[in-house]
């Protein structure tokens, strides 16, 4: 570990990225037909919730008109559970399109956001190639000239006070 | 004090005075008749008077009441203020050996707290019904409160859960009943030995109860009398209390006295038992066994120092262990002899002689029981040793004493000082001292100067090591395993989903390059602490020498100090047998002068002054109001009532005491057995 140099260490981390890069675009696109698919599985189940909903008040409607113990009434009824039923399966098959979209399109946006991450990273760890490592060395200079380590500092342990201990 | 002790025995003069049959038994010059110089006429005549005299010291019938309204007053109150508790009573009234005087011994039994709370709690109870002198001794192997009762002043002891002495009560009651005779020969035996007052445990000689055991093993030892021991083939009777003890014995017995033995015949007996056959050389009295039991068997050996060994000086150490060992007849570890001091066993020997040289001169019962204030504690003539010296031998004593003093007194401040340098150096090389001690501590200075260098390297390493550890706070292990986890953080495979940002990839590649850098620091940490411990072990070698050093100097101290207080006490009687010898002191020639306290102008030469009319200053006026104010100067002419009552007190300074006994044993601090 004593023997990694800071260029090798900036060279592993850069080329842990543009592996990522290169493999984010292929995911991305997968990603990218998935939500459409989901969106218009999502959407289809929606409408087809509110149809079957509307369809239900509706027929409510007319049941409240009709006089109760009727033999109308008593077949609306049984009617009515077979129609609830329907309502409740399409609610269930919506909310389960939605979440798929849902989770679709944050893994879309999650893998666009690592792309455009890859992409400053690279450019970043390119420019410490080509601009020099100081900003990275800072701290282990510190350490070097005697000065107190991040550990100490976070720490708050000023080493005038520890030795005046 | 140098007094010449006898060659052949050790006692010293004094010694010699206040144990001179002992003494000369010891040297072989004390010729003893056998019993049968004793006439029937006088064995007679002496049981007559025994019996007479055991008669008159019986208890009368008030008294016996008395006791007894006492004790069911105090059991009555106490027993229902201590719920669950019981008061018996104890001790030779009790058990019918009772001489007529002596305390009430009560004991009372309950469960529950500690006994010296319930002695607290008792104290409370015995104010509330007026007792007096009440005093609680919670720290004795048997807590008691003693107190006096105010009407009779009777004495009382209550101790708590003190049931053995119950059953001791009980088997000497026993014994007693055996037969009328049997009492009074106990009787006999306890009068004796309180009349020539050798029956007081707390001065060393023994208990009342002690000598009825020894009276008892007499009797059961004697073929004439042949008492039964109560304790033979009894049943047991297990009891808990501290420990198991077994109380069984036989409470009737078919003893018949014999008819031709009288009281004067038993006296006697038990006399010469102890005058010719002193049983302690191999036996433990022990009424248990049927009066001895080998020591042997008993394991209890005579421990060291034996009285003899002790003489003439080391009286006052304490005796060794069992040197006359008499077993209780129910708890078998406790020995009844242990109350007794060197010179309660010396007086007790001289008192076993007496009484058998008063038989054999036919002295009466009224001469053999004198009432005698024998004394335990050793007289000593402080002056004796120089009583016969010439007066220039004994200031060439005095300037030797002296100088051996000014020697010892040099020498105790040279160990003195080294002992404190020592526990400088000490608390040097802790690092409890910042600098090392100035002085020299004598034959340890090499390892001073040792630890000295060893101290100031130590320092130095320490304050590079504490620098180091400040900047860097994590240990070199850590930092190698720290820099391997964030290097393979860095290096890791990532899932697509759990990318990390750019800042969180700019901190791990900077903590890499730290650690790095914080790595060789680490080490040289390491190798500090190693030299550190390199130095420390030689270190706290030379600490474990020096405390060593230091408890030896302390002994020396300890010896130095006893030795300069001795010479300081033989210095200041040396110099009292000087001022003694010299007769009272003349006085000066300018004592009166020297007495007066004010040393400014005259009171005459105050009034003069006054007089004449001339101006007084703040001296004058000093010494005006020393001497009462302007009306008194006439009054107190140097001849005041005010003088004579400040000379009043003042000892004669020739007004010397000769005699001393020790601490603690004066009429004051006696007390009726």
Same mark, same amino acid.
């Given at each position: ?16 990225? &543009? %592996?990522?890069? /290169? ?5 991305? $696109?997968?990603? *990218?037909?998935? +939500?459409?698919?989901? !969106? ?6 929606? &409408? %087809?919730?509110? /149809? ?5 008040? $509706?027929?409510? *409607?007319?049941? +409240?008109?009709?006089? !109760? ?97 | ?673």
């Amino acid at each position: 570990m004593l023997e990694v140099s800071p260029e090798f260490l900036v060279r592993a981390i850069l080329h842990r990225r &543009q %592996r990522l890069a /290169e493999m984010i675009p292929k995911q991305l $696109e997968s990603r *990218k037909d998935e +939500k459409e698919i989901a !969106e218009a599985l999502a959407r289809d189940a929606k &409408q %087809r919730r509110d /149809e079957i909903k509307t369809n239900l008040d $509706e027929f409510s *409607k007319q049941l +409240k008109k009709l006089d !109760e113990g009727s033999p109308q009434h008593e077949k609306m009824l049984v009617e009515r559970d077979t129609f609830i039923q329907e309502a409740q399966k399409s609610e269930h098959e919506y909310l389960e399109n939605e979440l798929f979209r849902r989770r679709s399109d944050s893994r879309t946006k999650r893998l666009t956001h690592a792309l455009n991450d890859c992409e400053r990273s690279i450019e970043y760890w390119e420019g410490v190639l080509d601009n020099g490592f100081e900003e990275l060395l800072v701290d282990a200079t510190r350490v070097k000239q005697g000065g107190p380590s991040s550990y100490a500092l976070s720490k708050g342990a000023k080493p005038e006070r520890r030795l005046k201990k | 004090m140098s007094e010449k002790p006898c060659p052949h025995t050790g006692f010293s003069s004094s010694q010699q005075k206040q144990w001179p049959l002992l003494h000369s038994q010891l040297l072989g010059t004390l010729e003893l008749e056998g019993m049968e110089s004793i006439s029937e006429s006088y064995l007679k005549q002496l049981s007559e008077e025994i019996s007479s005299t055991i008669q008159n010291s019986a208890m009368s019938r008030e008294e016996t009441k008395a006791r007894e309204r006492i004790y069911q007053h105090l059991k009555h109150n106490i027993e229902h203020k201590l719920a669950g508790s019981k008061l018996h009573a104890f001790g030779s009234t009790q058990s019918q050996t009772s001489l007529g005087v002596g305390d009430l011994d009560l004991c009372l039994v309950v469960n529950g707290p500690s006994p010296r709370k319930i002695l607290n709690k008792i104290r409370n109870i015995l104010t509330e019904l007026e007792m007096n002198e009440i005093e609680v001794i919670g720290r004795a192997k048997v807590p008691i409160i003693k107190f006096k009762e105010p009407e009779t002043g009777l004495p009382i002891d209550i101790s708590v859960n003190n049931e053995l002495a119950l059953y001791n009560t009980e088997l000497i009651r026993s014994y007693a009943d055996t037969h009328p005779m049997v009492r009074n020969a106990v009787l006999t035996v306890k009068f004796w030995a309180s009349s020539r007052g050798i029956n007081q445990a707390f001065m060393g000689t023994l208990s009342s109860y002690a000598w009825t055991l020894m009276a008892l093993a007499a009797m059961q030892l004697d073929p004439k009398v042949q008492l039964p021991n109560l304790q033979k083939n009894a049943d047991k009777n297990i009891i808990r209390l501290d420990d198991e003890y077994d109380v069984g014995y036989n409470s009737e017995s078919n003893f018949e006295w014999n008819p031709e033995l009288d009281l004067a015949t038993s006296f006697v007996a038990f006399i010469h038992r102890f005058v010719f056959d002193w049983p302690f050389e191999e036996d433990v009295i022990s009424i248990r066994n049927g009066g001895t039991l080998s020591r042997k068997d008993k394991n209890w050996n005579q421990g060291e120092p034996e009285a003899f060994d002790l003489l003439p000086d080391s009286l006052d150490r304490r005796l060794g262990l069992h040197s006359m060992p008499i077993e209780d007849p129910f708890s078998l570890n406790h020995d009844l002899g242990r109350v007794l001091r060197p010179s309660g066993y010396l007086t007790i020997r001289e008192e076993f002689l007496k009484a058998w040289l008063g038989l054999l001169k036919s002295e009466p019962w009224s001469e053999l029981s004198k009432k005698e204030n024998v004394s335990v504690i050793e007289e000593f003539d402080l002056f004796e040793d120089l009583r016969p010296r010439a007066m220039d031998e004994v200031h060439a004593l005095h300037q030797e004493v002296l100088d051996n003093l000014s020697r010892v007194e040099e020498e105790g401040r040279t160990f003195s000082a080294q002992r404190k340098s020592i526990s400088q150096a000490i608390q040097f090389a802790l690092g409890k001292r910042d600098t090392p001690p100035q002085g020299s501590i004598g034959p340890e200075d090499d390892r001073s100067e040792e630890i000295n260098d060893s101290k100031s390297q130590l320092d130095d390493l320490t304050s590079q090591r504490d620098e180091l550890v400040g900047n860097i706070i994590i240990s070199s292990p850590k930092i190698s395993e720290t820099l391997r986890q964030t290097f393979d953080r860095i290096t890791e495979q990532l899932d697509v989903m759990n990318i990390p940002s750019l800042e969180r990839e700019q901190e791990l590649a900077s903590l890499f390059l730290e650690l790095q850098s914080m790595h060789p620091i680490g080490k040289e940490v390491d190798r500090l602490n190693r030299e550190i411990h390199l130095i420390k072990k030689p270190l706290h070698g030379n600490i474990k020498h020096l405390n060593k050093a230091e408890k030896k100097m302390k002994r020396s101290l300890r010896t130095n100090k006893k030795e300069a207080k001795k010479l300081r006490r033989e210095k200041g009687r040396l110099e009292s047998w000087i001022r003694i010898k010299n007769g009272p002191k003349k006085p000066r020639k300018n004592d009166r002068q020297r007495g007066r306290k004010h040393r400014g102008p005259k009171p005459s030469d105050v009034k003069k002054k006054m007089d004449s009319g001339e101006s007084l200053s703040m001296e004058d006026l000093s010494a005006l109001l020393q001497h009462g104010g302007v009306l008194n100067m006439d009054a107190k002419n140097g001849n005041s009532r005010q003088g004579k009552r400040k000379n009043k007190g003042k000892s004669n300074s020739s007004n010397y005491q000769v005699k001393r006994g020790k601490r603690g044993k004066g009429k004051h601090n006696q007390r009726r057995d």
